[in-house]
T-cell receptor, first 113, second 114 residues
Framework: EPEVTQTPSHQVTQMGQEVILRCVPI?????FYWYRQILGQKVEFLVS????????KSEIFDDQFSVERPDGSNFTLKIRSTKLEDSAMYFC???????????FGPGTRLTVL | AQSVSQHNHHVILSEAASLELGCNYS??????LFWYVQYPGQHLQLLLK??????LVKGIKGFEAEFIKSKFSFNLRKPSVQWSDTAEYFC????????????FGPGTRLSVLP
């Protein structure tokens, strides 16, 4: 069964450093998403991406965040200058249609020191 | 703005007990409704979904949910839980017409005692 994959599984970085979280969505899916889950809190939407551009973003997704689909398979989330409060689990998801079930990856745990 | 609430933060049950987890959403339009489960150390997996039609939907592992439009609710049920159902359960909503992002509820942690 096809699945969404994410790398790395755990990323530790110093405050102020840039990080890139990588995702490989399911190959025939057209819609891609990033969510985050701060420890003990709910899953929060960050951004959705379709047709090589951002289609929707939340208030959390400020100028320090960016997304890219650098090739036909990867979907990345970049955090330009990490802050302590960026420590969270980051989930990538993809779906075939905009209304349909989203398939989630295993997540990347980001720890900012 | 859409919001999703889940009635219980943590539910503790013994094996074979019946389960009902509450989910309410606030959105006036047509919605798609989902329940996801997150087993310890694993990623979110879809349990079931409702788009239209029969408001009682059946999912994997014996779970079912009922959409009650008048109550803006989508409660998850299972007649007899097992220890392996110990997990975090998330209700999620997206607006049918506009998609795309899910709004998740805060989650309910279910602990099933053997």
């Amino acid at each position: 069964e096809p699945e969404v994959t994410q790398t790395p599984s755990h990323q530790v970085t110093q405050m102020g450093q840039e990080v890139i979280l990588r995702c490989v969505p399911i190959s025939n899916h057209l819609y891609f998403y990033w969510y985050r889950q701060i420890l003990g809190q709910k899953v929060e939407f960050l951004v959705s991406f379709y047709n090589n551009e951002i289609s929707e973003k939340s208030e959390i997704f400020d100028d320090q965040f960016s997304v890219e689909r650098p090739d036909g398979s990867n979907f990345t989330l970049k955090i330009r200058s990490t802050k302590l409060e960026d420590s969270a689990m980051y989930f990538c998801a993809s779906s075939e249609n905009k209304e349909d079930e989203q398939f989630f990856g295993p997540g990347t745990r980001l720890t900012v020191l | 703005a859409q919001s999703v609430s889940q009635h219980n933060h943590h539910v503790i049950l013994s094996e074979a007990a019946s389960l009902e987890l509450g989910c309410n959403y606030s959105y006036g339009g047509t919605v798609n409704l989902f329940w996801y489960v997150q087993y310890p150390g694993q990623h979110l997996q879809l349990l079931l979904k409702y788009f239209s039609g029969d408001p009682l939907v059946k999912g994997i592992k014996g779970f079912e949910a009922e959409f009650i439009k008048s109550k803006f609710s989508f409660n998850l049920r299972k007649p007899s839980v097992q220890w392996s159902d110990t997990a975090e359960y998330f209700c999620a909503v997206n607006a049918a017409l506009y998609g795309q992002n899910f709004v998740f509820g805060p989650g309910t942690r279910l602990s099933v005692l053997p």
